[in-house]
């Protein structure tokens, strides 16, 4: 049976075992930086009653910039534009389900997602509306200047999420 318990701004949804029970959501766009994030939401999963994983992959369609759209284009470079489309939707699939084996072999039931829209926007929004307790991501490791004028996905998400902890992993 599960127990909800406030502490302040913080409810703890318990169970039985007085074990605190858990949504995460993962985020992965391949780098080494979201690697190390599964590798600590696995961690994470064997140590807490995780009740929940999810690994999420955010396209974001507004990187599609790599086709001269201002120019006149021909049926065949359109025809070659949607397979290339297609075919990196088959990659941004394939990385989830390699994300998700990964997680499954550490004995976490995981269940992956692939969203288009603004990455950070994205994943706040499907932690806010499936109700998850806990990002989980990785830093691309910018630091300083870089971080400051190019922002980040990570510093986003810290920002931006409410009722959720954020775990930035290095």
């Known amino acids: 049976s599960l127990v909800k318990e406030d502490y302040g701004k913080i409810t703890y949804i318990l169970n039985a ?17 979201s690697k190390k994030a599964l590798e600590e939401a696995a961690v994470i999963a064997q140590g807490c009653n995780v009740e929940e994983a999810a690994v999420i992959h955010v396209h974001d369609p507004a990187i599609d910039t790599t086709f001269p759209f ?8 359109m025809k070659n534009f949607e397979i290339m489309m ?40 499907v932690a806010k509306e499936e109700g998850f307790d806990m990002i989980i991501l990785g830093s691309r490791g910018l630091g ?13 998400v810290v920002q931006e999420a409410q009722n959720c902890s954020v775990l930035i992993v290095k």
């Open 144 to 156: 300083g200047l870089k971080k400051f004028f190019l922002g980040s996905v990570s510093n986003a």
């Open 17 to 33: 075992k007085r074990r605190i029970v858990m949504k995460i959501l993962i985020c992965t766009d391949g780098s080494e930086s």
């Open 70 to 77: 201002y120019e006149t284009i021909s049926a065949e470079q």
């Open 86 to 125: 297609e075919d990196q939707k088959k990659e941004r699939n394939k990385l989830l389900t390699k994300s998700a084996k990964f997680l499954k072999e550490n004995n976490v039931k995981t269940k992956t997602i692939l969203k288009e829209g603004h990455p950070s926007q994205t994943i706040v929004n």
